[in-house]
């Protein structure tokens, strides 16, 4: 069974840093992509960042590119998102998602692309 478990979030000043982990199961990374999604109260769901690893590479919205960096640790089946530079407007739920890529590198960020998605965690950031 696919598991996704989104943690880190929390409540910190413009300017700061968060880092959030999604800790996978059930499936084998090769095979899959997994991508970070946001959505702000009363926006839709967007996707910020996304990473595939047979071969690897990452991708990143505009919104975010230069402040947010998203790694793996393929050993422990971990993913993180560390958010640098926050503002008001990454106040948002976090989620992390996986799709089923069979491999090759990854660059979708559409939330039909995505097969399972964590619960999320809750980033705020204050002004």
């Known amino acids: 069974e696919v598991q996704l478990v989104e943690s880190g979030g929390g409540l910190v000043q413009a300017g700061g840093s968060l880092r959030l982990s999604c800790a996978a199961s059930?499936?084998?990374?090769?095979?899959?992509?997994i991508g970070w999604f946001r959505q702000a109260p009363g926006k839709e769901r967007e996707g910020v960042s996304c990473?595939?690893?047979?071969?690897?590479?990452?991708y990143y919205a505009d919104s975010v590119k230069g402040r947010f960096t998203i790694s793996s640790d393929n050993a422990k089946n971990m993913v993180y998102l560390q958010m640098n530079a926050l503002k008001p407007e990454d106040t948002a739920v976090y989620y992390c998602?996986?799709?089923?890529?069979?491999?090759?590198?990854?660059?979708?960020?559409?939330?039909?692309?995505?097969?399972?998605w964590g619960q999320g965690t809750q980033v705020t950031v204050s002004s």
């Open positions: 990473i595939s690893f047979s071969p690897g590479n990452t």
């Open positions: 998602a996986a799709a089923l890529t069979y491999g090759g590198s990854w660059y979708q960020l559409g939330l039909y692309d995505y097969d399972y």
């Open positions: 059930g499936f084998t990374f090769d095979d899959y992509a």
